[in-house]
């Protein structure tokens, strides 16, 4: 089992609607999640990050975590098409390396 | 410098070739992380360093490849002998200080073909 699950996608939203990005990840003593958005031909670049669990707001990006269900989501509201992109989900699965998952490609809808 | 840079953005190799990939971190970021990104894929660790020392190496893939950071800034990421499969783009990245929990800067990557 790898480590960090992300469905591959494509997902795709309209425009003005909420995404919602989804990741499982199989070491409970994991203690740092992060979801990194990543356009085509270009190297990701932080969106969020979030530590405790319950939900983290910043905009129109809500990080949600759920250590008991090793699961960590990622809602954008309001999607625009700018917001079409890959997603990642990171962990650090204890020590100090990140591990992440394969990514969600994101499709917003004109 | 203003962010994490790398050199070459792009290199061709043939197979057998053998390559040094260059990475800068932001000034002062104490540690330093390369990753493998395979097309459609998230990028996969291969080593990690705070300041000189390499703490992590268990994600390089064979002993061709190497990594080194000898005065804790510039790292070099070598690679002896290279083969098809290593074709992909070499990520770079930086955190001010611990890994854990700390926000990574990454490069605009290196990507290799190798012929």
């Known amino acids: 089992q790898k480590e960090v699950e992300q469905n591959s996608g494509p997902l795709s939203v309209p425009e003005g609607a909420i995404a919602s990005l989804n990741c499982t990840y199989s070491?409970?003593?994991?203690?740092?999640f992060f979801w990194y958005r990543q356009y085509s031909g270009k190297s990701p670049e932080l969106i969020m990050s979030?530590?405790?669990?319950g939900d983290k707001e910043d905009g129109r990006f809500t990080a949600q975590l759920n250590k008991a269900s090793q699961y960590v989501s990622l809602l954008i509201r309001d999607s625009q098409p700018s917001d079409s992109a890959t997603y990642l989900c990171?962990?650090?699965?204890?020590?100090?390396?990140?591990?992440f998952g394969k990514g969600t490609r994101l499709h917003i809808l004109p | 410098g203003a962010g994490v840079s790398q050199s070459p953005r792009y290199k061709v190799a043939k197979r057998g070739q053998d390559v040094a990939l260059r990475c800068d971190p932001i000034?002062?970021?104490?540690?330093l992380f390369w990753y493998q990104q395979a097309l459609g894929q998230g990028p996969e660790f291969l080593t990690y360093?705070?300041?000189?020392?390499?703490?992590?190496k268990s994600g390089l893939p064979s002993d061709r490849f190497f990594a080194e950071r000898p005065e804790g800034s510039v790292s070099t990421l070598k690679i002896q002998r290279t083969q098809q499969e290593d074709s992909a783009v070499y990520l770079c990245?930086?955190?001010?200080?611990?890994?854990?929990?700390?926000?990574?800067?990454f490069g605009p990557g290196t990507r290799l073909t190798v012929l």
């Open positions: 979030i530590y405790s669990n």
């Open positions: 990245a930086s955190t001010q200080a611990g890994a854990r929990g700390d926000t990574q800067y």
């Open positions: 000034s002062g970021h104490v540690s």
């Open positions: 360093f705070q300041n000189e020392a390499q703490l992590d």
């Open positions: 070491d409970r003593v994991s203690q740092s």
């Open positions: 990171a962990v650090t699965p204890g020590g100090d390396k990140i591990i």
